[in-house]
């Protein structure tokens, strides 16, 4: 079982930054995929930014050249730097991750983190 442990939401006026974190403590093989998706109110949730088998890396086409996923392997943790953000960017911000365990592939989601902009 992995509990993927997020933080750094919170209030922003717009044009703000913001730096997302998600850490995936526990014991497992490896994690094949990781990243962020969000849900605003009244909205279906989307992906924002995740690293892909590979190491790839995909973006929302609304959040390109705004925002940043980056990683620390040794760590097991994402971030998502924010930058210049707007009012449409206020969501609910989830972290995932596909992981691979001794039982097999399974993908997780945190608790998510809330992200307001303010205008």
């Known amino acids: 079982q992995v509990q993927l442990v997020e933080s750094g939401g919170g209030l922003v006026q717009a044009g703000g930054s913001l730096r997302l974190s998600c850490a995936a403590p526990g014991r497992f093989i490896s994690i094949a995929a990781m990243g962020w998706h969000r849900q605003a109110p009244g909205k279906q949730r989307e992906l924002v930014a995740s690293?892909?088998?590979?190491?790839?890396?995909t973006y929302a086409d609304s959040v390109k050249g705004r925002f940043t996923i980056s990683r620390d392997n040794a760590k097991n943790t994402v971030y998502l730097q924010m930058n210049s953000l707007t009012p449409e960017d206020t969501a609910v911000y989830y972290c995932n991750a596909d992981v691979i365990g001794w039982d097999g592939r399974r993908q997780y989601w945190g608790q998510g983190t809330q992200v307001t902009v303010s205008s």
């Open positions: 690293f892909t088998t590979g190491g790839r890396t």
